[in-house]
């Protein structure tokens, strides 16, 4: 299967601008919001929101990096030792409403490492997750409060997300697993 832009640019920027008004509306203000970016692209997604709600609102947003690694469920599996790097959260989190922000939600382990790794750092007043791609398959009970695109697919698929902070491009694609393997 040749990988499908399912999303460009364009798409992506207007994405941004819906779930950033989303979030205004759900918590009344940006008072008492932070993001908080799921390492690798969910980084950069989350830095797009904060700069599309001070355009907004005028406000800076508090921001934050999580690095999840060592939550994940999934250890054994991963060899020698998970890849660490640094979670910069350079705020307090008790009593602030957390977006947590992420690319793509899958089974929902991801977001629920996440969400525990936050949990050590402090008690927020509330975690709403923020994804750019819903691609269902969940395996945990984990629904994301703002979902920038739906887009069923099988099991045997993989939805990439290009990032230009990361990748040089705004793009979301789906291919096959296989075409990904060779990819990575």
Same mark, same amino acid.
């Given at each position: 299967?040749?990988?499908?832009? $399912?999303?460009?640019?364009?798409?992506?920027?207007? $994405?941004?601008?819906?779930?950033?008004?989303?979030?205004?509306?759900?918590?009344? %203000? %940006?008072?008492?919001?932070?993001?908080?970016?799921?390492?690798?692209?969910?980084?950069? /997604?989350?830095?797009?929101?904060?700069?599309?709600?001070?355009? &907004?609102?005028?406000?800076?947003?508090?921001?934050?990096?999580?690095? &999840?690694?060592?939550?994940?469920?999934? /250890?054994?599996?991963?060899?020698?030792?998970? /890849?660490?790097?640094?979670?910069?959260?350079? &705020?307090? $989190? =008790?009593?602030?409403?957390?977006? /947590?922000?992420?690319?793509?939600?899958?089974?929902?382990?991801?977001?629920?490492?996440?969400?525990?790794?936050?949990? =050590?750092?402090?008690?927020?007043? %509330?975690?709403?997750?923020?994804?750019?791609?819903?691609?269902?398959?969940?395996?945990?009970?984990?629904?994301?409060?703002?979902?920038?695109?739906?887009?069923?697919?099988?099991?045997?698929?993989?939805?990439?997300?290009?990032?230009?902070?990361?990748?040089?491009?705004?793009?979301?694609?789906?291919?096959?697993?296989?075409?990904?393997?060779?990819?990575?």
């Amino acid at each position: 299967m040749t990988p499908k832009v $399912i999303a460009g640019a364009e798409d992506i920027r207007r $994405i941004i601008a819906r779930i950033s008004h989303e979030i205004l509306e759900r918590n009344h %203000s %940006s008072k008492d919001l932070a993001f908080i970016g799921m390492r690798t692209r969910g980084v950069p /997604l989350a830095q797009r929101l904060a700069s599309s709600i001070k355009q &907004f609102e005028g406000l800076d947003v508090p921001l934050g990096i999580l690095d &999840f690694s060592l939550y994940r469920d999934d /250890l054994a599996h991963q060899g020698p030792g998970p /890849l660490v790097r640094a979670t910069n959260i350079p &705020f307090n $989190i =008790d009593n602030e409403i957390i977006i /947590l922000v992420d690319d793509v939600i899958f089974t929902g382990r991801s977001a629920r490492a996440a969400i525990d790794a936050l949990i =050590d750092l402090g008690r927020p007043a %509330s975690i709403q997750l923020a994804v750019l791609v819903d691609r269902g398959h969940r395996e945990l009970p984990i629904r994301p409060d703002y979902v920038g695109k739906n887009i069923p697919s099988s099991k045997h698929e993989d939805i990439v997300v290009h990032l230009s902070e990361v990748d040089g491009i705004d793009e979301i694609l789906i291919t096959s697993s296989q075409e990904t393997m060779k990819e990575g």
